[in-house]
């Protein structure tokens, strides 16, 4: 493979070797996309193509065991002894569509997308399979027993049940705001299946994503769109610093990763009142082996700790701001849903 097609972590970062060698993978795809150099892009083979694919699954890496290691600290005891297929069948997931990652023909717009977010779009989907190989469920089985698990978490949601009825999962299918429609046979199959109890450990991620679901409600909108219109004080680089925080810190990393984000910059770089954030570092560069005099780049990246006070502070306004309101939990877990997810 050529030099130019490898990841060097040293000389770019993996969103920058990422976004650079999509459109080329995406070509060779033939995906219809055009590239600037067609030339190039004909010139590599399908041994070339497959050892490319792998370079790029390897930038990926660092985030696909950091999704792993969150998905797993979520679901404590449950998915512990599955790490590594659960890194596998990621792996696989990104490799399936790693030629998507902002790549212009996949695009809408301008915005780009960060690997976290690439990478965490692809964990429901795996989560659910890898439950699934754990029970030995086929996927028409779980998709089944997802629907049924809905509706109970709706209905203890809304009236504290514990125990459900065949007849009361038929008659309440609606509440599981899927197109799914199961038979009384079907659903009694689908709940003897469940009489080892192993589904009480999930109801609470359901009664999660039931409150998920309220979220849409037009009365939930209208609060997060006029809390909304409270943030627009804020300038929009420093909401990217809060909104990336929220995400980061669901992985318990650091604001390294926020400083160096390539859209931030350029923001801060842009706004009068926050361009003298922006730190320029020289770092020189020898090359002994090779005989070339030693050479210096420049690196930047927005102050870590500019990154923190902002985070603080819109943090501590909001939370004062959500007491003032008298917002209850569904709100605020709305709110914040809404952040992060923008």
Request: aromatic share 8%; proline share 2%; hydrophobic share 35%.
């Amino acid at each position: 493979m050529r030099k130019q097609f490898i990841f060097d972590p040293q000389k770019e970062t993996a969103t920058a070797y990422l976004t650079r060698m999509s459109p080329i993978l995406g070509a060779l795809r033939n995906d219809g996309a055009s590239v600037a150099n067609q030339q190039l892009v004909s010139s590599i083979g399908s041994e070339e193509q497959k050892e490319i694919e792998n370079e790029m699954c390897k930038a990926f890496e660092k985030t696909i065991c950091t999704e792993t290691r969150r998905v797993i600290k979520m679901t404590p005891g449950r998915l512990d002894d599955y790490e590594d297929d659960y890194k596998n069948e990621l792996r696989i997931d990104i490799l399936k569509e790693i030629h998507k990652f902002n790549n212009p023909a996949y695009l809408e717009g301008t915005q780009t997308y960060s690997i976290d977010a690439f990478v965490r779009a692809r964990t429901r989907g795996v989560t659910k399979k890898i439950i699934g190989m754990k029970r030995e469920r086929k996927e028409y089985q779980m998709k089944r027993e997802s629907h049924v698990k809905k509706i109970m978490a709706a209905l203890h949601m809304e009236n504290g049940s514990t125990v459900f009825k065949v007849e009361d999962i038929f008659k309440n299918q609606h509440l599981a705001n899927d197109s799914m429609e199961l038979s009384m046979d079907q659903i009694w199959d689908v709940m003897a299946a469940m009489e080892d109890a192993s589904y009480l450990e999930d109801l609470t991620d359901y009664e999660a994503n039931y409150k998920e679901k309220k979220f849409d409600s037009v009365e939930q909108q209208e609060i997060i769109k006029e809390f909304m219109k409270d943030m627009s004080a804020y300038p929009e680089y420093e909401m990217y610093i809060y909104r990336q925080s929220l995400r980061l810190r669901l992985d318990e990393t650091t604001n390294k990763e926020i400083a160096c984000d390539r859209r931030l910059i350029d923001m801060c770089k842009a706004a009068p009142e926050a361009c003298d954030k922006v730190i320029y570092e020289r770092i020189v560069i020898e090359r002994p082996k090779s005989g070339i005099a030693p050479n210096s780049e420049f690196e930047e990246y927005v102050s870590t700790t500019y990154i923190e006070t902002t985070y603080r502070r819109i943090d501590r306004n909001i939370r004062s701001a959500f007491v003032k309101k008298s917002f209850d939990e569904t709100d605020m877990l709305a709110i914040l849903n809404h952040l992060i997810n923008m």
